[in-house]
């Protein structure tokens, strides 16, 4: 009678333990390439890559052009997540729904910051860092309005 008590209560133990489980959040992940020509014959190619997961998002967008001065590449990285770091007017850290962290450096030569005067450590924010074919930086971090 003892050793069914011990079986019946361990079976109760690792149900209950299942039901505890860490759901998976879903994950979507993109990958495009797109080719165009203008009438002049200049070439251009944007590729974007992104990973959602849950309510984050990592993405990249790079655009490469052909112009009169040579070749010209310009960035968008956009990162939807929360703030694990941030030091006004020096770096911010944003984690993913995939525990990835995106650092970005708000001091560094030729940036320029816009910070929504609300965000903190704890925030869900949607950062978008801009790179045009100057080497100019913009980034610009919003809270995340709720879903």
């Known amino acids: 009678m003892r050793q069914h008590a011990t079986a019946f209560i361990l079976g109760v133990i690792l149900v209950a333990g299942a039901g505890c489980e860490k759901k998976e959040e879903p994950r979507l992940e993109v990958k495009s390439q797109a080719k165009s020509t203008n009438a002049e014959g200049a070439k251009t190619t944007t590729t974007t890559e992104s990973v959602a997961v849950g309510s984050t998002l990592a993405g990249k967008t790079e655009t490469t052009s052909d112009t009169p001065d040579g070749k010209a590449k310009s960035q968008t990285e956009t990162v939807i997540g929360t703030v694990t770091v941030y030091k006004p007017n020096q770096e911010i850290v944003v984690m993913t729904g995939d525990n990835t962290k995106h650092s970005f450096d708000l001091d560094e ?33 919003i809270i995340e309005p709720n879903r």
């Open 109 to 141: 030569k030729d940036t320029r910051a816009e910070v929504d005067v609300k965000v903190t450590v704890g925030s869900k924010v949607q950062l978008i860092q801009e790179k045009d074919p100057a080497g100019r930086t913009l980034i610009r971090v």
